[in-house]
């Protein structure tokens, strides 16, 4: 049985805890795309941990392997793998050979390239941590993977073929000083030992293979996307996006299993109950229209800890999105979904959904190609009854019919709008404020 758990949304739906509440079922946790742009915490008797790299079965002591889809910054992972020991904890993280590396020259490009694209507006509010350019890289056949530190002499070439690129396009093309990032010497001497410590402590696999021996003996594996369906290269709003697949089909890409086995197993759309963004791009629901929306936003955004994990900015805050959820599910295929957040909607006045767009004058039920005419959108609002403040701990021991009557009837309308249906509900951050239905790894 493979799990495939997946953001429906803009990310920072919650896919860490999901990942930790059934990672107990599952022996191997791997992210099959994405950086250390990607923070997701995890809740577990108390006590937070915020990761923004190493897979979040980690703090349940699961294999956590970073895939072949993954673009990998070893000073992140060493730097969080180190904090977790000192907390008591021995992650058993591998990396694939295959993975991509975040070098300096990518983090100091990715902030260049960010600033300049502001002069005109056009900035897509990346996290600044290199990914975009890894990613540029690999699709060019210029990157450093992580197998090319395991040995010195093409670890040499790569970085004598691609550094000096690097250097002119900064320093004429940007016209700026190139500094101690765009150093051959320096970069080998630091990846190198890297490398040195990767094959040390055994981290890394060939993930396909790897994979495949462990599922031949009978693991259970769980496939964790970072970020969400509508920041995907292919299938989010263009060009307010991430640079790789959050998306189910990336989990067969990014890891080396094929897709007739994950597309035998589930996938779990993972939906926060409201919507929040980080960065530029459309969001019709969005609560930005009036002081008596912003005031909303706010209260929203403070009760929900609305701030990115990884960069602490503050998420912009609306309705939830059915046309999004509609679009999530038919690109991933969802078997199941799970709700998070439903306590942070708890109290209001007044709760909506986007149940369609208005575009040109037509109703429309699911987001358009592309992003020009997703920002012509205007939702087309459905109210529910709210539901009261609880005591929520109380309700996630006593279970589903202990939710308020409004709350399962805002539920149920998502799994009928989905298609899918609910495999749990998240009524607060730790692992036992989670109301589970059904375990995916059941079947």
């Known amino acids: 049985m493979t799990v495939t758990i997946v953001g429906s949304q803009l990310g920072d739906e919650g896919k860490g805890a999901l990942v930790d509440l ?22 577990e008797g108390g006590e937070e941990y915020k990761l923004s790299l190493v897979p979040s079965g980690a703090v349940r ?5 970073l895939g072949n889809g993954c673009v990998v ?9 180190d904090a977790l020991r000192e907390r008591g904890l021995d992650p058993d993280v591998r990396v694939a050979e295959r993975a991509h590396v975040i070098m300096p020259y990518h983090r100091r490009l990715d902030g260049i390239e960010e600033e300049a694209k502001s002069e005109s507006g056009d900035e897509v509010g990346t996290t600044g941590r290199g990914i975009g350019p890894t990613y540029e890289d690999k699709v060019g056949r210029r990157g450093v993977r992580v197998g090319d530190l395991l040995d ?8 004598e073929y691609v550094v000096p690129q690097k250097r002119a396009l900064v320093e004429k093309v940007f016209g700026l000083d190139a ?3 765009f ?17 040390e402590e055994g981290m890394t696999v060939n993930c396909s293979d790897f994979l495949y021996e462990r599922r031949q003996a009978g693991d259970e594996v769980m496939f964790e996307g970072a970020q969400g369906t509508l920041i995907d290269i292919d299938h989010g709003s263009y060009p307010y996006v991430t640079s790789s697949n959050p998306t189910a089909g990336g989990a067969a890409t990014g890891s ?5 086995v994950t597309g035998r197993g589930e996938v779990v759309g993972i939906v926060k109950a409201y919507l929040s963004r980080v960065g530029k791009g459309p969001m019709p629901t969005e609560l930005d229209g009036d002081d008596r929306e912003e005031t909303l936003a706010d209260h929203i955004r403070e009760k929900g800890g609305e701030f990115g994990t990884v960069t602490g900015r503050p998420r912009r ?6 046309p999004m959820l509609r679009h999530a599910s038919r690109v991933s295929g969802f078997t199941g979904i799970a709700v998070n957040h439903v306590d942070v909607l708890a109290g209001l006045d007044e709760v909506q959904v986007g149940h369609a767009y208005e575009l040109d004058g037509e109703e429309v039920e699911t987001i358009p190609s592309t992003t020009e005419r997703w920002a012509r959108c205007e939702p087309v609002l459905k109210e529910f009854e709210p539901w009261p403040e609880v005591d929520w701990t109380a309700v996630a021991g006593d279970g589903y019919d202990a939710l308020p009557s409004g709350a399962r009837d805002y539920l149920n309308y998502v799994s009928d709008e989905v298609g899918a249906p609910v495999y749990a509900v998240g009524i607060g951050p730790d692992r036992a404020e989670t109301i589970e239905l059904h375990d995916p790894f059941e079947g």
């Open 61 to 65: 002591d699961k294999v956590g392997v």
């Open 179 to 181: 500094d101690e990032a």
């Open 317 to 322: 805050i609306g309705w939830l999105d059915i």
């Open 73 to 81: 910054n070893p000073r992140t992972l060493f730097d969080e793998i």
């Open 183 to 199: 150093d051959v010497d320096a970069l080998y001497e630091e990846y190198r030992e890297i490398g040195e410590r990767l094959a």
């Open 22 to 43: 059934w990672g107990g079922a599952a022996d191997v946790v791997v992210r099959y795309q994405g950086g250390d742009n990607a923070g997701h915490t995890v809740v």
């Open 152 to 159: 010195p002499e093409v670890l040499r070439d790569r970085l």
């Open 256 to 260: 080396g299993v094929g897709p007739t």
